[in-house]
């Protein structure tokens, strides 16, 4: 475990995510990022703020399970003269499963209905704690494919929600998840799940072949979430379905489910609140307003290169 006495400094910025900036961070001992952490920032006072804490709130109640990003805590630092709330997540080297597939492709069946079992689980425990997510997608979920894990991320759209509408919403989304991974196509969307339930019941054409060349156990697997209202299947049912049960059940993949439960802890086992482990010293500042200067000056200059050469 990493102390926290000395500062940690924010590398660089690895997306944007509902609220603002992600950045990858490092302790300022580090020489490597091996025990990076993901950062979200807010300025304190403003609406992202307000959000960004809900969403640490949610992460909190929600500890405990492998497949949801772990949130190890929150800390107030004064960066750049803002005064800024910053959260501390877990950090994906890999990045997505959006990164991943557009980099790698489609994934083979027995690994994406592994995911589809750690998504359904995931999505569970989130339900059972009387949240929905609201936004399941492939740049939502984390992957770290050297240990085939996948982990449920993003909860600035996540509240406090028992109905069955906004869970089958979820549930839906899932399935369109498992659907770009078994084709590494970005026509499933979650916006347009009511478009493709009218096609596979035949009321409407397809724009074109959905699902390619995947089995027939996976599309089964797929339109059972996608009509998981309509047939009243429960998560526990499509947990259930062939199509995960084959893969969780193959030989090494039932160790693999305890194995993974561990994760890095560069906090400790509980919830961190620190001050000032990203405030930045008068000359940070002062090399900040520096490098802005003499950007602005390279600028300017090659402009002026420009109109010379016309």
């Known amino acids: 475990m990493i102390t926290t006495d000395k500062r940690w400094i924010k590398q660089y910025v ?89 980099w790698n492709g489609r994934i083979t069946e027995p690994v994406a209905a592994l995911y589809a079992y750690q998504l359904l689980t995931g999505i569970r425990h989130i339900h059972n704690k009387g949240f929905i997510h609201g936004d399941i997608k492939l740049s939502n979920i984390l992957i770290y494919p050297d240990n085939k894990l996948v982990k449920i991320a993003d909860f600035g759209s996540a ?28 026509t499933w969307y979650k916006g347009q799940i009511k478009q493709y339930q009218r096609q596979i019941c035949g009321l409407d054409m397809p724009d074109e072949e959905y699902f390619d060349d995947a089995s027939k156990m996976a599309i089964d697997f797929v339109i059972n979430c996608l009509f998981c209202e309509f047939r009243s299947l429960s998560v526990d049912e499509l947990i259930n379905h062939p199509f995960v049960q084959n893969a969780i059940t193959t030989c090494g993949n039932e160790d693999h489910m305890i194995s993974i439960s561990s994760t890095h802890t560069p906090f400790g086992d509980y919830w961190v609140l620190e001050r000032d482990l990203f405030t930045t010293t008068s000359e940070e500042w002062k090399a900040k307003i520096r490098r802005s200067i003499n950007a602005h000056k390279k600028e300017r200059y090659t402009c002026g290169l420009s109109r010379t050469s016309l």
């Open 14 to 102: 690895l997306g944007v995510g509902f609220n603002g900036p992600v950045y990858l961070a490092t302790h300022s001992s580090a020489n490597n990022y091996s025990q990076a952490v993901a950062v979200k920032s807010a300025q304190i006072g403003s609406d992202e703020y307000s959000i960004l804490r809900e969403e640490g709130k949610i992460l909190n109640k929600l500890k405990g399970c492998p497949y949801i990003v772990r949130c190890f805590g929150e800390d107030e630092s004064i960066e750049y003269t803002k005064w800024t709330y910053n959260l501390l997540l877990e950090c994906a080297p890999s990045r997505t499963l959006r990164d991943f597939i557009l």
């Open 159 to 186: 509240k406090e929600e028992t109905s069955r509408e906004h869970q089958v919403f979820d549930i839906c989304s899932i399935g369109c998840v498992v659907a770009k991974m078994l084709t590494g196509k970005y």
